[in-house]
């Protein structure tokens, strides 16, 4: 199983950044993809989920600012994130199955 997830960088505060994790070596179709992040010096922590079905679920944090959509022909889940804030900043994993992407970096300027 390979996941890699892309579209990381620097942005300001109030910004919007998408993120992108594409999966391969599994049946992508019939899974859950999750995002997670972590920040420095803190615990890895969730983000949002979406299911087979395309229904998500959000942390509070990012509820209402963050959409996760998928697209299963072509094996990949994007992350829409809006309203950024400083406390948005950290690496972003995706998850699927038991396996973990390798992250991309998000930086929020204030």
């Known amino acids: 199983v390979q996941l890699q997830a892309s579209g990381g960088g620097l942005v300001q505060a109030g910004g919007s950044l998408r993120l992108s994790c594409a999966v391969s070596?599994?049946?992508?179709?019939?899974?859950?993809v999750a995002w997670f992040r972590q920040a420095p010096g803190k615990e890895r922590e969730f983000v949002a989920v979406?299911?087979?079905?395309?229904?998500?679920n959000y942390a509070d944090s990012v509820k209402g600012r963050f959409a996760l959509s998928r697209d299963n022909a072509k094996n990949t889940v994007d992350l829409q994130m809006n309203s950024l804030e400083p406390e948005d900043t950290g690496i972003y994993h995706c998850?699927?199955?038991?396996?973990w992407g390798r992250g991309t970096q998000l930086t929020v300027s204030s």
């Open positions: 998850f699927i199955g038991s396996s």
């Open positions: 979406i299911g087979r079905g395309g229904n998500t």
């Open positions: 070596g599994l049946d992508f179709k019939n899974r859950p």
